[in-house]
């Protein structure tokens, strides 16, 4: 079974970065899709971002274009997410998810993404 795991959260001040990090089993090698979705308190969960990951492009939320970004290491067993300049409505569980979308038009979909990592909390105060 494919498992990840979140982390790198933790509390910073509005305009600062932080970086998290989901670290993928072995057998997510094959998973053209990975990314990230975030949930606040009394939100639905919602997606920042996504890499295809055969060819490294990256899709991201207009809530967070040019401020976020996803990368990956060269042997695909660690996904990042860069945030740069955080606000507080960034605050929120961060989750790491991969799956088999059928196709980039519904890779934002929560419900396409068949394993999840456990979470990792940011807090951006201002």
């Known amino acids: 079974q494919v498992q990840l795991a979140e982390s790198g959260g933790g509390s910073v001040e509005a305009g600062g970065s932080l970086r998290l990090s989901c670290t993928a089993s072995v057998d997510s090698y094959s998973i053209d899709y990975m990314g990230w979705f975030r949930q606040a308190p009394g939100k639905e969960r919602e997606w920042v971002a996504t890499?295809?990951?055969?060819?490294?492009?990256?899709y991201y939320a207009d809530s967070v274009k040019g401020r976020f970004t996803v990368s990956q290491d060269r042997a695909k067993t660690t996904l990042y997410l860069q945030m740069d300049n955080l606000k507080p409505e960034d605050t929120a569980v961060y989750y790491c998810?991969?799956?088999?979308?059928?196709?980039?038009?519904?890779?934002?979909?929560?419900?396409?993404?068949?394993?999840w990592g456990q979470g990792t909390q940011l807090t951006v105060s201002s």
């Open positions: 998810a991969a799956g088999r979308p059928t196709s980039a038009a519904v890779m934002m979909i929560a419900t396409a993404y068949r394993y």
């Open positions: 890499m295809y990951r055969p060819d490294g492009t990256t």
